[in-house]
C-alpha cells in the first residue's frame, strides 16, 4: 500500500513549511507493526495533516529512539507545527512498563525494547510526552464515538493479527503490578502447543486472532485471499470453531467482570462478511444466565486509519487536565 498523506481540517492555511496552524494540537501516533500513522489532532478530535507511512520509513536503523525524534522534527517542520504542538501521545503495540514512560518489549518492531521513550522525547522536545499501549488509544476512541460515560467497568476486546484487551475501571486502564495487565490473548487452550511470540505455548490468541485465518489460507484455502475468506468460506466448520473461540474469549472475561460495557473490534471482526449476528449469538451463549447475561450491553466498533491517532489525542488531553500542567491551553 503507498504511504498516504491527507491535509484535512478548516483550521489550517498553506505556507512555506506546510500549514500554519490556528490553535493549540495534540501529535497523535499509531505504530504498528506494519504501518506509522501520525496527525495533529484538535480540541474536536479532527486529525489535520494525517500521514500513513510503513513503519520501516520511520524506524530504519538499530536505535530507533532516534529515528523517531529525527522523523518527528521533520514532520513538524514540513507542516509548521512546531510551536502548535502541546504534547506528544503515541499508542504502541508492546508491553510497557507501569508507569507508562517505558516501552518494554514489542515484538513485531525491531531493536524496541527497554525503551525510555518519555524521557528521550521530552528532552528533545520539551513538551509533556505520553505513551500507553495501542489497544488502550483505541479504547478512548471508541468511547468516545459511542458516548460512553466513564463510570463503571468497561471493557475491550480487539480482534487483529492477536488479540488486544483494555479493563477500564471509572474510565482508568487497569495497569496490574507490572503495567501487564489484560493480556487475554495469553490464556493457556488446553490441548494446544503452539509457539507463541510471547514464549509460552498454546496462547488463545493464536487459534482466535488473525495469525490462526492466515494459516488457514496458507494450508487449507489455498487460493483464498485472507480478506475473502469469511465470503468463501464463512460456513465452513473451521471458522464456525474460529468464530465461537472469539467468543468463548470475549465471555471469559465477562463472567469474570461483570461490566457495564463489552467493546467488540479489531481487523478480524472488521473482516468483510465477518459473521457478527453468529458471534453475539455464541458470546450469549457462553455468558452465565441470568446474569450477566441478561443486562450486557455489547457494542461492536470500527476500524479506521484514524482511531488510534485521535485516541492518542483524547488520552493525552485526559491527562494534561489531570496533572493540572495544560496552563492556559484551549480544552
Known amino acids: 500500500m503507498p504511504d498516504l498523506i491527507l491535509k484535512t481540517g478548516v483550521s489550517f492555511a498553506e505556507g512555506k513549511g506546510g500549514i500554519f496552524m490556528q490553535?493549540?494540537?495534540?501529535?497523535?501516533m499509531d505504530i504498528g507493526g506494519t504501518h506509522f500513522r501520525i496527525g495533529a489532532v484538535d480540541r474536536r478530535d479532527q486529525v489535520h495533516v494525517f500521514r500513513k507511512v510503513s513503519v520501516k520509513k520511520?524506524?530504519?536503523?538499530?536505535?530507533?529512539?532516534?529515528d523517531l525524534k529525527e522523523y518527528l522534527a521533520d514532520y513538524m517542520e514540513q507542516e509548521g507545527l512546531r510551536e502548535s504542538v502541546d504534547a506528544i501521545s503515541i499508542g504502541f503495540p508492546a508491553v510497557l512498563n507501569r508507569e507508562r514512560t517505558v516501552v518494554l518489549q514489542a515484538p513485531n518492531v525491531s531493536y524496541m525494547e527497554n525503551l525510555p521513550v518519555v524521557d528521550s522525547l521530552k528532552r528533545c522536545f520539551d513538551i509533556p510526552v505520553y505513551i500507553d499501549r495501542d489497544v488502550c488509544m483505541a479504547v478512548h476512541y471508541d468511547m468516545r464515538q459511542l458516548g460512553l460515560p466513564e463510570k463503571?467497568?468497561?471493557?475491550?476486546?480487539?480482534?487483529?493479527?492477536g488479540i488486544g484487551n483494555v479493563i477500564c475501571m471509572d474510565g482508568r486502564p487497569l495497569l496490574g503490578k507490572d503495567g501487564a495487565?489484560?493480556?487475554l490473548g495469553h490464556i493457556p487452550v488446553p490441548g494446544r502447543s503452539e509457539p507463541c511470540g510471547c514464549?509460552?505455548?498454546?496462547?488463545?490468541e493464536n487459534i482466535a486472532g488473525g495469525k490462526y485465518l492466515a494459516k488457514l489460507c496458507a494450508e487449507v484455502y489455498l487460493n483464498t485471499p485472507i480478506s475473502d475468506i469469511f465470503t468463501k468460506h464463512g460456513q465452513d466448520s473451521q471458522l464456525q470453531d474460529f468464530v465461537d473461540r472469539i467468543a468463548m474469549t470475549v465471555?471469559?472475561?465477562i463472567n469474570i467482570l461483570?461490566?457495564?460495557?463489552?467493546?467488540?473490534?479489531?481487523g478480524v471482526t472488521n473482516m468483510k462478511d465477518f459473521p457478527l449476528p453468529l458471534l453475539t449469538e455464541k458470546i450469549h451463549s457462553h455468558v452465565r444466565k441470568p446474569y450477566p447475561d441478561k443486562s450486557l450491553q455489547l457494542f461492536f466498533t470500527e476500524d479506521?486509519?484514524?482511531k488510534c491517532v485521535v485516541g492518542a489525542g483524547i488520552r493525552a488531553r485526559n491527562a494534561l487536565k489531570d496533572t493540572d500542567i495544560a496552563g492556559g491551553l484551549q480544552f
Open 58 to 66: 520511520v524506524f530504519h536503523s538499530k536505535d530507533p529512539l532516534e
Open 251 to 253: 465471555a471469559l472475561e
Open 181 to 183: 495487565a489484560g493480556e
Open 304 to 306: 479506521t486509519d484514524v
Open 23 to 28: 490553535e493549540h494540537y495534540i501529535l497523535g
Open 199 to 204: 514464549g509460552n505455548t498454546g496462547c488463545m
Open 152 to 161: 463503571g467497568i468497561l471493557i475491550g476486546c480487539y480482534f487483529g493479527t
Open 258 to 266: 461483570n461490566p457495564d460495557y463489552v467493546l467488540v473490534g479489531g
